[in-house]
């Protein structure tokens, strides 16, 4: 049984910075795709960023040089840290993953989390 587990939202003030983690267990690939992405009240779901298997990296424009994604194969623990949040970052946060590289297609990804709530104010 596939299990994914967000942690780390908050809420946070503009500029302030948060980290967000996914605990991934149940999950036999050691080294899947693995994407953060989010959904703000009244508005479609956004990929953020993505992670390969070797390490290659795919960011939304809107995040870019602001967000960096990460991973530690060894914890099977992905990782987002949020720096110079704005008030349009203000969502909630969803963890994903794949055995193929999907990029940001979250339609293509087939197991997710629960979701964890950043605030910006």
């Known amino acids: 049984h596939v299990q994914l587990v967000e942690s780390g939202g908050g809420s946070v003030q503009t500029g302030g910075s948060l980290r967000l983690s996914c605990a991934v267990s149940?999950?036999?690939?050691?080294?899947?795709?693995w994407g953060w992405f989010r959904q703000a009240p009244g508005k479609e779901r956004e990929g953020v960023a993505a992670?390969?298997?070797?390490?290659?990296?795919n960011y939304a424009d809107s995040v870019k040089g602001r967000f960096t994604i990460s991973r530690d194969n060894a914890d099977n623990t992905l990782y987002l840290q949020m720096n110079s949040l704005k008030l349009e970052d203000t969502a909630m946060y969803y963890c994903?993953?794949?055995?193929?590289?999907?990029?940001?297609?979250?339609?293509?990804?087939?197991?997710w989390g629960q979701g964890t709530q950043v605030t910006v104010s």
């Open positions: 994903a993953a794949n055995e193929a590289w999907v990029g940001l297609l979250g339609f293509l990804y087939h197991y």
């Open positions: 992670i390969g298997r070797d390490g290659n990296t």
């Open positions: 149940g999950y036999s690939s050691s080294s899947p795709c």
